[in-house]
């Protein structure tokens, strides 16, 4: 087995492509020791104590080092345990864990959109599922959709693209420039 290793917009970020299946649906991410523990992959790379976030996307994994950390040391470890992993076949998630089940984003919302906004939002929706998502995932991170209120939609960056420094630009001039286009009732995209 092979893992392919790409940097991301994120310097601080990874991506590895094990060549396989991650996650059947959906992404997971965990930002601290004590939510990855629902996943011993996740769990073990913390356990290098020099990992802060941890993504796991339909065919990657992307970790991010801790500042001042150097990927130099870290990147050689990372490949193992992911190797170890993924050769033993071992399960992503622990059983018993609310973990194992893979959240699909857009059932990850903050606060209720408005009913009568139910055709916008539906579009919105589609826009970041078709052409935001998946441009998000090839450089290592996600995107939820946390709600639309008001012309403003909340989204939340996870992954490579949480903490990037070009993060903000991507809100901005990528995908606020896109839902305006298609959605007129959008006035401002922000990280929620």
Known sequence: MFIETEATPNPATLKFLPGQEVMYAGTREFTSP??????????????????????????????????????????????????????????????????????????????GDDPADAEIVAQIRDLIETRVRPAVANDGGDIVYRGFREGVVYLSMQGACSGCPSSAATLKNGIESLLKHYVPEVSEVRAA
């Open 34 to 111: 004590e939510a990855a523990e629902a996943s011993p992959l996740a769990q073990a790379l913390f356990d290098l104590g020099e990992v802060t976030g941890v993504l796991f996307g339909r065919d990657f994994v992307s970790v991010t080092a801790a500042p001042g950390v150097s990927w130099a040391a870290l990147k050689p470890q990372v490949v193992a345990m992911l190797l170890d992993h993924f050769v033993s076949g071992a399960p992503l998630f622990a059983q018993g864990t609310a973990g194992a089940i893979s959240v699909a984003p857009e059932d990850d919302t903050d606060f």
